[in-house]
């Protein structure tokens, strides 16, 4: 995709570390991580692995959905930070773009349960599902009219969502665009990961020779992309590309091809070499594969040494919400000049290629790479610059 640079001015963020960017961060730099909640959801299985909850209030509101809500509070915290004026802005130049995976379609189950066993159910659960479609719905909160777009393409989804953002405003489409993504913790997806024994008992590990899986999560994360800022920059989206693999399902090709693809044209629309990206905020699940295809790609394209993190072990896995949460951290990496340890990680695997953050590391001014893979074979990359 074209190049361009386009500003952030806002920025939210709600997950495991906290309700907010400064407590997030507070959190994540004081090495206070609890680990994944050991407490169970609604499940049938007997030794339920954990997984890591939003312990933070989210605003009481019978009508939405729980993706909703995250998506919301994350939207809230953006927008106060940009200070935009939203209803004094052309609501036609103003668009809402935001990535989820499945999101709320499978969190009425009682409702499904009626219907399969023909007890004609109300119809309330279907109406609330409708009316939580997620873009259209934080569109109409906040008085958006330009392009509302719900991004569904997996794991990739939020990194996804920030890089069509850009494109609308690059494009002369959009004068402000609110993008990032949304996943809440629900029974289906948490027995779907289970089904593909790819989920971990313990706590995860990143890039970790012992790692045997991930831990889901939920959250959101969410920027706020202007034309012509209003407010002070917080940093740009210099580049984003996305690239398929076309091998499987759910494993990523050994060779890492559309990764490779995604960098490499990610770096190309920001106009950088791979020796000015400062750090990289990488995908790292702890699931064998994505660590192993992911560790070597990076390995092969960029210089030994280069500072790599995984801040799953923090939030857990969030899904749809992943690439966003990741590209708040990774924007505020580069504003504050340092970058977390990998929280999990212990020993370096060789079949990585990189071994990941272990203490809080200071970086140089530059770019950060955020990088996504999904199932389905669909990466995406995301290049981010300081102000």
């Known amino acids: 995709m074209a190049g361009g640079h386009v500003a952030i001015t806002g920025m939210g963020l709600v997950s495991a570390l906290g309700a907010g960017v400064a407590e997030s961060l507070d959190v994540l730099f004081s090495g206070r991580t609890s680990g994944p909640d050991s407490s169970p959801l609604p499940t049938d299985v007997a030794h339920p692995p954990p997984a890591f909850r939003v312990r933070a209030s989210l605003e009481p509101d019978d009508e939405l959905t729980r993706t909703s809500s995250l998506a919301l509070a994350a939207v809230r915290e953006a927008v106060a930070q940009s200070g935009l004026d939203l209803p004094g802005r052309d609501p036609l130049r103003t668009g809402v773009v935001l990535g989820t995976t499945v999101g709320c379609s499978f969190n009425a189950e009682a409702f499904y349960r009626s219907y399969r066993d023909g007890d004609g159910p109300d119809l309330g659960a279907v109406e609330r599902y409708l009316r939580n479609a997620l873009a259209p719905l934080v569109a109409g909160r906040i008085g958006a009219k330009g392009p509302s ?83 002070p920059v917080l940093g740009r ?46 995908h790292g699940t702890a699931t064998i594969e994505n660590d192993r295809v992911e560790g070597s790609v990076l390995a092969d394209l ?15 896995h969030t899904l749809g919400a992943a690439g966003a949460i990741e590209a708040v951290l990774a924007l505020c990496g580069l504003r504050d000049g340092r970058i977390p340890p990998t929280a999990g ?9 990189v071994t990941p953050t272990r203490e809080t590391t200071p970086i140089t001014a530059g770019a950060a790479l955020s990088t996504s893979l999904a199932f389905g074979g669909m990466n995406a990359a995301l290049v981010i610059g300081g102000p």
Request: glycine content about 14%; some cysteine.
């Open 149 to 231: 777009i719900t991004v569904v393409n997996a794991c990739a989804s939020g990194t996804d969502a920030i890089g069509i953002g850009a494109s609308l405003i690059r494009a002369g489409t959009c004068d402000v665009v609110v993008a990032g993504g949304a996943d809440e913790l629900e029974r289906f997806a948490y027995h779907g990961f289970l089904s593909l024994k790819n989920v971990s008992t313990r706590a995860c590990r990143p890039f970790d020779r012992g790692r045997d899986g991930l831990n889901l999560g939920e959250g959101a994360g969410v920027v706020v992309l202007e034309r012509t800022p209003s407010s």
């Open 237 to 282: 989206v210099l580049g984003y590309a996305s690239a398929s693999d076309a091998h499987h399902p759910t494993t990523p090709h050994p060779g890492g091809r559309g990764l490779r693809r995604a960098i490499g044209a990610a770096l190309d629309a920001a106009g950088l070499r791979p020796d000015e990206v400062a750090f990289v905020n990488a």
């Open 302 to 316: 960029f210089a030994p040494g280069l500072p790599v993190v995984s801040t799953k072990g923090w939030t857990g």
């Open 345 to 353: 990680h212990e020993e370096p695997d060789p079949e990585c290629g």
